[in-house]
């Protein structure tokens, strides 16, 4: 977990550079998805590390980076929005996790940066992306940047400083993430097994790690189809060839799929419209004809159920075995092909 790209090796020297006489904060700044966040991390882990490694790097063995891999560190804190902590996730509440970092995220900091570190070195506090901090957030971090106490470092990550107030960045040490070669960047892919990686980079602004989240997305999009495919046809569903062909895909996404067709075949049912699929939506007509409202109704429900337990499963290519006979069942009305 402690590789910096291979395109950071410079900016890594420059933060070297640095360690003697450390800043109160650095801000980090450069495109979207080039790894700042990663960057960050490695300078975080570095300094609390107990026997850094030639170069600076942390170990990864000692007790502190022990914390960073359990996310317990003491000395450590990372403010983002809450948005990016549950992920898509909505809350059980319907209500929609935070895209900006609070006043009261903020305010929370207070504490922590009036007790001495755990370890009797620095403290480390991580604001990503920095520009999501409201303007009460700002204000509170502000107040603490104007009053340093003692070995605090705050690293701020953002690729829109221009968002971010004057008065803060005139605090910040500016630290510019380089974009890499277009060669640099090409080759990164390809180790990480992507397909067509000078034409995805290019697409994605030259960003690498932007350009691999683009490769999955296009392999996500693949597999949700060949998914529709095989359920559009639950007469020749081979159930168990799907749960196993699934199982590397994420329960909650893939129950977030059915939820979507089932919407759509409870719609086609009671008010002959399709929302979601509507490529589909000869084949969603015909599968509602054949099913029971209550039949629906009662598999949506264990679909939720599942989707409520879906962040640990115990064995997800079992759970979609379960999921994907019950829906045979529900739209074949237990007749066996
Ligand atoms: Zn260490």
Not at 127 to 146: D, F, G, S, Y
Not at 185 to 194: F, K, S
């Amino acid at each position: 977990m402690n590789k910096l790209y291979p395109w950071q090796d410079e900016l890594w020297q420059r933060w070297t550079g640095l360690r003697a006489r450390l800043p109160h904060a650095i801000l980090l700044r450069g495109a979207q998805g080039i790894g700042k966040f990663d960057f960050a991390m490695n300078i975080a882990r570095a300094l609390l590390c107990e026997q850094p490694l030639t170069g600076g790097l942390a170990c990864d063995s000692c007790s502190s980076c022990h914390w960073f891999q359990q996310q317990t560190h003491p000395d450590f804190r990372l403010i983002q929005p809450d948005a990016l902590s549950a992920q898509e996730e909505e809350s059980e509440s319907g209500k929609k996790p935070a895209r900006l970092i609070s006043v009261d995220q903020i305010r929370a900091l207070g504490d922590f940066s009036s007790l001495s570190a755990h370890q009797g070195g620095y403290r480390v506090v991580l604001i990503h992306p920095a520009e999501t901090m409201n303007a009460n957030a700002a204000n509170a971090l502000l107040k603490t940047l104007e009053e340093p106490s003692g070995q605090m470092l705050f690293i701020l990550v953002t690729n829109k400083p221009q968002q971010l107030p004057p008065t803060i960045l005139s605090r910040c040490l500016a630290l510019a993430a380089p974009l890499p070669s277009p060669a640099a960047g090409t080759a990164w892919l390809q180790q990480q097994g992507v397909a067509d990686p000078a034409a995805l980079l290019a697409q994605a602004g030259f960003a690498p790690l932007q350009a691999a989240r683009l490769a999955e997305e296009i392999e996500d999009a693949g597999e949700y189809r060949r998914f529709l495919q095989e359920i559009g046809r639950p007469a020749q569903l081979d159930v168990f060839a799907l749960a196993e062909q699934m199982q590397r895909t994420e329960p909650a996404r893939v129950i977030h799929w059915l939820q979507q067709w089932c919407c759509d075949l409870g719609s086609a049912k009671l008010a002959g419209k399709v929302l979601y699929h509507i490529e589909l939506a000869d084949v969603i007509r015909n599968l509602a004809d054949k099913i029971m409202v209550f039949d629906l109704l009662r598999y949506q429900k264990e679909l939720l159920v599942a989707r409520r337990e879906a962040a640990h499963p115990l064995n997800s290519r079992l759970l979609y075995e379960s999921l994907l006979l019950s829906y045979r069942h529900m739209v074949l009305g237990g007749v066996q092909p």
